[in-house]
């Protein structure tokens, strides 16, 4: 029995709007005003969300009980597959002090704190969610930062507002390529778009990255550096997204921008060095940071091996995210399940869709092609490279699962939420409350992008969600569709920094277990704004001339 979707199951949509709300609402309120533990307020998010489903909205309770499982294996893998092992590599190189020289060795290209943040929270970070994305850049750059000393709310909440610019053309432009295949859109149109959006944001994220950790006065200092940092990102984003394809944009311009920062340091420091760990206004509650240390000189043999680890990482994210490479694998092994009662059982309907449309319910067990898997591979390589046998590799292996067992199942729960969400059109309820605010349409129609990317966790996941009833609203009321397609893509990246699964990443790489509202909490407002920015330059883009030129 296939069951239709209904969005608004009250004859009245402010209600109907405010009742799928409540899911979100729990969990929100859970995390960020009565402290509780991040998988008690998802249980309690995804309880709620249960009975609203069925209650309210009139899914079939099997048909909503399987869409939690499926998003709780989603959940699994490959999502807690990735957090599992880049946690895991991390532990090999702290037990066997080689991220101490690691750390050394950038402390060693300045003692600087706020130019650490660029260099590794935006320009690592950024080549990381070009190469592979789904929560690997926030993963591996708060790690870094927690071993350079930096504070737990410093490194967590730091990491998720400087992996915002890069997540549109993540994982080798998946987010786009995905947008233009399920909806219809023309790539390279839609590429160029967003590229003429986030070029801007890019520009202004470094900026607004320092100053969230040292102010407005301790930003200026390094203004110079900040510049060279955004400008050699937004060039080739735009340059690259523009007139080559969505798939590079990321890899090359973080490649880009962490070579001219590095060259620019050469020959240029602050007069002021800014030691500080802690977040400005947040030295009591950001939690306890390591004590700052004098760098140690190490020999370069030394240097090398240190790094060593993290550079075979890197060449194995970027291979396991190359489409061949996936391909192969997948050609090898990777089963796919179908979630019996649930696939093509439930249908979208207008107007999300012109036509009733089945959605699909399969489950693909893609464990070799996984990101997490190569991060396992190079994180094996790397640890016997490092002098570890394989009886030590797999007593750490374990004590890794155990270390971050909570995390991996409050990932399960947020996922479970999410998927259910989608399937049951909770989401689309309150995507449809933004719809319909008419001109005010390219403001609100960017805040669902952001609401997307905020519920599901993925840039991908909310283009899905919202790209096609963007392109319906948009037509109709007079808009160019690539605008809000990409608006969707350029909007849900300000919402990467408050989604569960990204919090959670952030607690468990900074080991800062328990402390997820206190992420929450720090976070919501630059993402807030941000996203606000990105709607009113869209507005601008849609209506105000000389901005309109760059909808074309």
């Known amino acids: 029995m296939v069951w239709q979707q209904v969005y608004n199951p009250f004859d009245n949509m402010l209600l109907s709007t405010l009742v799928a709300a409540i899911p979100v609402v729990v969990m929100l309120l859970g995390l960020g005003v009565f402290h509780l533990k991040a998988h008690v307020a998802a249980a309690a998010g995804l309880a709620s969300a249960l009975l609203i489903a069925i209650l309210a909205f009139g899914m079939p309770a099997g048909m909503a009980t399987r869409a939690a499982l499926l998003g709780g294996l989603t959940g699994l893998l490959p999502i807690g597959w990735i957090v599992l092992n880049i946690i895991f590599l991390h532990q090999l190189t702290e037990q066997n002090g080689s991220f101490k020289v690691l750390q050394d060795s950038i402390a060693g290209i300045t003692q600087d704190r706020r130019l650490q943040l660029l260099l590794i929270a935006f320009a690592f970070g950024a080549f990381f969610e070009g190469a592979a994305g789904f929560g690997t850049p926030v993963a591996v750059t708060a790690a870094i930062l927690i071993g350079l000393g930096f504070s737990p709310l410093a490194a967590s909440g730091l990491s998720l507002i400087a992996n915002t610019a890069p997540v549109a053309y993540g994982a080798l432009g998946t987010p786009v390529i995905t947008l233009a295949k399920v909806h219809g859109y023309d790539l390279m149109a839609v590429s160029g778009m967003i590229g003429r959006q986030l070029p801007f944001f890019s520009l202004l994220v470094p900026f607004w990255l320092i100053w969230a950790f040292a102010g407005r006065k301790a930003m200026m200092e390094i203004w110079p550096a900040i510049l060279v940092t955004g400008v050699s990102f937004a060039i080739p984003q735009y340059l690259v997204s523009n007139f080559i394809g969505p798939e590079l944009v990321d890899v090359i311009a973080a490649m880009v921008s962490m070579t001219c920062l590095v060259g620019f340091l050469r020959v240029w420091q602050p007069r002021k060095l800014w030691t500080s760990v802690s977040l400005k206004g947040h030295e009591q509650d950001g939690g306890t940071a390591l004590p700052p240390q004098k760098p140690q000189v190490h020999p370069r043999a030394a240097v090398i091996k240190a790094w060593t680890p993290w550079v075979i990482l890197t060449v194995f994210v970027f291979a396991w995210g190359l489409p061949v490479t996936k391909t192969w694998l997948n050609g090898i092994f990777a089963p796919k399940f ?215």
């Open 338 to 552: 179908v979630i019996e009662g649930l696939h093509k059982m439930v249908q979208k309907v207008a107007p999300v869709v012109p036509t009733p449309h089945s959605e699909a319910a399969e489950y693909v067990f893609n464990l070799l092609s996984s990101t997490g898997t190569g991060i396992l591979v190079a994180a094996i390589i790397g640890g016997l490279l490092m002098g570890y046998g394989l009886p030590a590799l797999v007593r750490t292996f374990f004590k890794t699962v155990w270390l971050v067992r909570t995390s991996l199942l409050t990932i399960v729960l947020m996922l479970a939420l999410g998927t259910l969400t989608r399937y049951s059109g909770l989401d689309t309820t309150l995507g449809l409350a933004f719809a319909g605010t008419g001109v005010l349409y390219p403001f609100f129609g960017t805040l669902m992008g952001w609401l997307g990317v905020a519920l599901t966790g993925s840039d991908t996941a909310s283009n899905v969600l919202f790209g096609g009833m963007q392109k319906v609203a948009a037509e109709q009321l007079g808009l160019n569709p690539n605008l809000m397609g990409a608006a969707n893509s350029s909007g849900g990246v300000m919402g990467k920094m408050i989604d569960a699964q990204s919090i959670v990443v952030a607690s468990t790489a900074t080991r800062w277990f328990n402390h997820e509202g206190d992420i929450l909490r720090y976070v919501f407002f630059h993402s807030i704004a941000l996203a606000c920015l990105v709607g009113i330059f869209v507005t601008l883009q849609a209506y105000v001339p000389p901005f309109t030129w760059l909808v074309r």
